[in-house]
């Protein structure tokens, strides 16, 4: 299998508090991992490339000072969302490939809503 | 550069009909394409992918798809639509030395009995 969990499945906070959010792939190592951000009957919209032991990759328009992405292990990314607003709640997901190459599929965690008040 | 576009945001089939959801794909190398579907609230399965070996590819709970590069296309299909398929279905393409997935905006199937 390939299993990739999210951790927590959802979170409330207040208005310019911090936020971390667990990526793991359960049974296999991940080098490479993704966010994605996805917004109500819309498609996912990729945040950053983990890649484990090196800094992320953004994607154009995404702030890096505000997502942090931290790719510690082969099996483990965070994302935090540092002073979060109202306009940041949304689902985040995250998925791990299980090699290098494009061949492989990306196996995506179940998400984690995040709701700003 | 590589994209997906999946032509009807919503369709409707009646359990036990035909399901058809069509993906058309633009690739400057040659593309692996997959199929995802996404239940409410939860994140994305993985249906089936095709990685140039045969054109017809099948998948899980009884979904195919096959790979027409005459006409770019990578529709999906299904022989009889059960109520269990009702739920949001994504193409997503990736280029051969890329590292990004490239998704198409999503197709609702409704199943209605």
Redesign the interface.
């Given at each position: 299998g390939a299993v990739v969990s999210q951790h927590p499945s959802w979170v409330i906070c207040k208005s310019g508090t911090s936020v971390k959010i667990e990526c793991r792939s359960l049974d296999f190592q991940a080098t490479t991992m993704f966010w994605y951000r996805q917004f109500p009957k819309q498609s996912l919209m990729l945040m950053a490339t983990s890649n484990e032991g090196s800094k992320a990759t953004y994607e154009q328009g995404v702030e890096k000072d505000k997502f942090l992405i931290n790719h510690a292990s082969l099996t483990l990314s965070t994302l935090t969302v540092t002073s979060a607003h109202p306009e940041d709640s949304s689902f985040y997901i995250c998925s791990a490939r299980k090699g290098t190459s494009g061949l492989e599929a990306q196996y995506f965690g179940p998400g984690t809503r995040l709701l700003v008040l | 550069a590589q994209s997906v576009t999946q032509l009807g945001s919503h369709v409707s089939v009646s359990e036990g009909a035909l399901v058809l959801l069509r993906c058309n794909y633009s690739s400057s190398v040659p593309p692996?394409l997959?199929w995802?579907v996404q239940y409410p609230?939860?994140?994305?399965?993985?249906l089936l992918?095709y990685?140039s070996a045969a054109t017809l590819v099948k998948g899980i709970n009884g979904f195919e798809a096959e790979f027409k590069k005459s006409e770019t296309s990578f529709h999906l299909t299904k022989p009889s639509a059960h109520m269990s398929d009702a739920a949001e279905y994504?193409c997503a393409v990736?280029?051969?030395?890329?590292?990004?997935?490239y998704?198409?905006?999503?197709t609702s199937l409704t199943v209605i009995p």
């Amino acid at each position: 299998g390939a299993v990739v969990s999210q951790h927590p499945s959802w979170v409330i906070c207040k208005s310019g508090t911090s936020v971390k959010i667990e990526c793991r792939s359960l049974d296999f190592q991940a080098t490479t991992m993704f966010w994605y951000r996805q917004f109500p009957k819309q498609s996912l919209m990729l945040m950053a490339t983990s890649n484990e032991g090196s800094k992320a990759t953004y994607e154009q328009g995404v702030e890096k000072d505000k997502f942090l992405i931290n790719h510690a292990s082969l099996t483990l990314s965070t994302l935090t969302v540092t002073s979060a607003h109202p306009e940041d709640s949304s689902f985040y997901i995250c998925s791990a490939r299980k090699g290098t190459s494009g061949l492989e599929a990306q196996y995506f965690g179940p998400g984690t809503r995040l709701l700003v008040l | 550069a590589q994209s997906v576009t999946q032509l009807g945001s919503h369709v409707s089939v009646s359990e036990g009909a035909l399901v058809l959801l069509r993906c058309n794909y633009s690739s400057s190398v040659p593309p692996y394409l997959f199929w995802y579907v996404q239940y409410p609230n939860q994140g994305l399965q993985l249906l089936l992918k095709y990685t140039s070996a045969a054109t017809l590819v099948k998948g899980i709970n009884g979904f195919e798809a096959e790979f027409k590069k005459s006409e770019t296309s990578f529709h999906l299909t299904k022989p009889s639509a059960h109520m269990s398929d009702a739920a949001e279905y994504f193409c997503a393409v990736n280029g051969m030395t890329g590292n990004q997935f490239y998704f198409g905006t999503g197709t609702s199937l409704t199943v209605i009995p």
